[in-house]
């Protein structure tokens, strides 16, 4: 697989479509390598005439991983901010959105349609918040603004967010404990095909685990302040795409954020949720595809 070097790391990234279309960026979220964005997605976009690139962020995948900076005390940094001090973080969601911008340095690529889903979403308003002359459009899926007066998730979806895997010196405990975590955020009732989704997850383990990387990506998104502030000046076409039963974001932060981005659209996913169940990939990357096209009218 490519990589670069960007940033004072190591990012290794995937190319799919012809090098002189128009490019998508593509970023995902906490402890997502990206491995996570569904083939058939990637696949009907750049069919669409659009090269796609997605990238494993910092501590995940084949990227630079920061083990060096140690396992953040989660409980200890939240005793911190309660007390009004802001604890110390290995990097912040600003330098990993500096990431994908020296990527698209390293690449060449002077503007992109920046897609970015979850933790990546957060990232993609960064980008485009302070590098709006690099994004064609902005597309933020199942994510939040960050305002603290938006309803919280569902409590045992969070909790599951957080466990780790009886054995994690073990493939399949791994993968068993990844199936379940599936199935605590991921759209409800849809049909899996469980031989086929623990193939794809065994490949995601033995291609990279860090239990590590995961934790300090969660730590700078504890830090990060709301978004509000820098997404209400934005100037750039966007299109908000979040599913109705998403249970970490309820869809109160999506119509949040599409109200508070000046021009924002708003596509409402039924029945997804904190995932890219294949039923729903080619609604949602039609809508996509739509509003790439508006965007360079």
């Not at 290794?12 to 906490?30: H, R, S």
């Not at 975590?181 to 759209?187: A, E, M, N, W």
């Amino acid at each position: 697989m490519p990589d670069v070097k960007a940033n004072g790391i190591t990012i290794a990234y995937e190319d799919t479509g012809p090098a002189d279309a128009p490019p998508v960026l593509l970023i995902m979220g906490l402890a997502a390598q990206l491995t996570l964005w569904p083939q058939d997605f990637v696949d009907r976009i750049a069919a669409a005439g659009y090269r796609v690139i997605r990238h494993d962020n910092r501590d995940v995948g084949l990227s630079t991983h920061f083990r060096d900076a140690g396992v953040p005390d989660l409980n200890a940094m939240m005793d911190e901010i309660r007390a009004g001090r802001m604890p110390a973080v290995p990097y912040t969601l600003e330098d990993m959105a500096a990431d994908a911008v020296g990527l698209l340095d390293a690449l060449q690529v002077p503007k992109a349609h920046i897609v970015g889903g979850s933790l990546g979403g957060m990232i993609a308003q960064l980008v485009a918040a302070h590098h709006p002359d690099r994004v064609a459009s902005l597309v933020p899926l199942f994510t939040t603004s960050g305002n603290r007066s938006l309803p919280p998730g569902d409590p045992d979806a969070m909790a599951a967010l957080r466990t780790l895997p009886e054995d994690m010196s073990s493939v399949d405990s791994i993968v068993s404990h990844s199936v379940w975590l599936r199935r605590k955020i991921g759209t409800p009732g849809f049909p899996y095909d469980e031989e086929k989704l623990r193939a794809f997850l065994r490949m995601q383990v033995e291609r990279d685990y860090d239990p590590t990387g995961p934790a300090r990506q969660f730590a700078a998104a504890v830090v990060a302040q709301p978004r509000d502030p820098l997404v209400e000046k934005l100037d750039v076409p966007t299109l908000v795409v979040h599913g109705d039963r998403d249970p970490l974001f309820p869809i109160e932060h999506a119509r949040h954020l599409a109200q508070i981005i000046p021009g924002a659209q708003l596509k409402v996913m039924d029945g997804m949720g904190h995932d890219l169940p294949p039923g729903h990939v080619p609604e949602m990357a039609a809508a996509m595809v739509a509003h790439f096209q508006a965007a360079q009218v």
